[in-house]
């Protein structure tokens, strides 16, 4: 029985780690995020990402995603969307429907994509891929770039 809870508790954890936007200010679920950006007057921000088979995407959340500096910065600015294409971990259907549906929406082709929205859904910018040589100031001043237009 103790290897069973201890199973379960490190099959737990490892899903988390999975998963590194499955806790905090990301939201899955885009209707939910955008009517949320509306009442909030913030941009969206999708994040359409691997996470658990793309280098560069889980470069881009350690380096940058995953900071306080760019939580303070998103939790002023965005609405925060993570769009995942997992290979290995389950995902709900519903939610993978709407990753592929965005996807197919925006022409995603390069992972990590990072577009930035307005409340009604209308493109105002993107970031493809993620080159760690720019750093995490120079990939958020990208981001405020976009941002004030």
Not at 28 to 36: G, L, S, V
Not at 59 to 66: D, K, T
Not at 68 to 79: G, L, M, P, R, T
Not at 111 to 120: E, G
Request: hydrophobic share 40%; proline share 5%; aromatic share 8%.
């Amino acid at each position: 029985m103790k290897n069973l809870i201890l199973a379960t508790a490190v099959a737990l954890g490892f899903g988390a780690l999975l998963s590194a936007h499955a806790e905090g200010p990301w939201l899955t679920d885009y209707k939910k995020a955008q009517e949320q950006a509306k009442s909030s007057n913030k941009l969206l921000l999708l994040e359409f990402t691997g996470s658990d088979w793309c280098p560069p995407c889980r470069m881009l959340q350690r380096e940058v995603l995953s900071t306080q500096e760019f939580q303070d910065y998103a939790s002023k600015n965005f609405v925060l969307v993570e769009l995942d294409f997992p290979r290995a971990k389950v995902q709900a259907p519903e939610i993978a429907e709407q990753n592929q549906l965005l996807a197919r929406r925006w022409g995603i082709q390069v992972f990590p994509s990072i577009i930035i929205l307005d409340s009604a859904g209308k493109k105002i910018g993107e970031l493809l891929g993620y080159d760690p040589g720019g750093g995490r100031a120079g990939y958020m001043a990208s981001l405020e770039k976009l941002r004030k237009g």
